[in-house]
């Protein structure tokens, strides 16, 4: 009867145990048999224990008597070292390329003639101001700059004047396609362009193709052309000189 009440509780605690360790479940289902005979602590027994001892001058024991070894705990250096921390793969390096900096025009050269280069703006009557010695030569300020991706370098001169002589831009008189300008921005870099059209129109009839901000980089040249017109101190044409970076 005992035996039975025993394991009717050891039959509850495994249900309330069981819920979090099936080990524990399993080990008090085994110890809840209801053939398990119940032996109160009084009349238990304790297992013999067995010593092995060695004889004088290390002479093995009887060899009647159980034979124990104990196993040595392995050694903290035998223990598995955890695997090395591979190192973080470095970032692979990135090349950027930056566009050439935006620079005004300095100096020109063409037909073995060489011109500083200044900028100018536009009169009331939509004219370029040039300047007035014909040896330097106005940058349209308003056109693209050397290194521009896209878009002309307007360049003007007079090809004469009464009170300095001829300009430099008389030149551009003798420039046949095929030529090449040089055209050198502030920091001396030099950028060449192959003349690629020399066409001579009236003032009145400017091509506007030639001012385009678009299109492929070019350099445009203009002086005066044509008949000079002794009442108006003008000449009647613009010659036009268009060339492409090489």
């Known amino acids: 009867?005992?035996?039975?009440?025993?394991?009717?509780?050891?039959?509850?605690?495994a249900v309330v145990v069981g819920i979090g360790s099936i080990t524990a479940a399993a080990a008090l289902t085994v110890a809840a048999r209801p053939d398990a005979?119940?032996?109160?602590?009084?009349?238990?027994v304790p297992p013999a224990v067995t010593t092995t001892t060695l004889a004088a001058g290390g002479a093995e024991p009887d060899a009647t008597e159980?034979?124990?070894?104990?196993?040595?705990?392995?050694?903290p250096a035998e223990e598995a070292a955890p695997p090395p921390a591979s190192s973080p793969t470095a970032p692979t390096p990135t090349t950027v390329v930056l566009p050439p900096p935006l620079?005004?025009?300095?100096?020109?050269?063409?037909?073995?003639?060489?011109?500083?280069?200044?900028?100018?703006?536009?009169?009331?009557?939509?004219?370029?101001?040039?300047?007035?010695?014909?040896?330097?030569?106005?940058?349209?300020?308003s056109s693209g700059m050397v290194g521009a991706p896209n878009g002309s370098i307007v360049l003007a001169g007079h090809v004469d004047s009464h009170r300095y002589g001829?300009?430099?831009?008389?030149?551009?008189?003798?420039?046949?396609?095929?030529?090449?300008?040089?055209?050198?921005?502030?920091?001396?870099?030099?950028?060449?362009y192959v003349v690629s059209s020399v066409e001579q129109t009236p003032k009145a009839a400017l091509p506007v193709d030639v001012l385009t901000s678009t299109g492929p980089p070019q350099?445009?040249?203009?002086?005066?052309?044509?008949?000079f017109d002794d009442a108006t101190r003008h000449y009647a044409d613009n010659l036009i000189v268009v060339a492409t970076a090489a």
Not at 66 to 75: G, Q
């Open 166 to 192: 001829l300009g430099t831009f008389a030149v551009l008189r003798t420039m046949r396609p095929g030529d090449v300008v040089q055209l050198f921005a502030e920091d001396g870099v030099e950028h060449r």
């Open 66 to 75: 159980p034979r124990r070894t104990s196993v040595p705990s392995a050694t």
């Open 1 to 13: 009867m005992i035996a039975r009440r025993y394991a009717g509780a050891l039959a509850a605690a």
């Open 37 to 44: 005979t119940h032996v109160p602590a009084a009349d238990r």
């Open 219 to 227: 350099l445009v040249l203009i002086t005066c052309g044509g008949e």
């Open 103 to 141: 620079r005004p025009p300095a100096v020109v050269a063409a037909g073995g003639q060489t011109a500083a280069v200044v900028p100018v703006g536009v009169l009331p009557d939509g004219e370029l101001q040039l300047p007035d010695d014909p040896t330097l030569v106005g940058w349209w300020a």
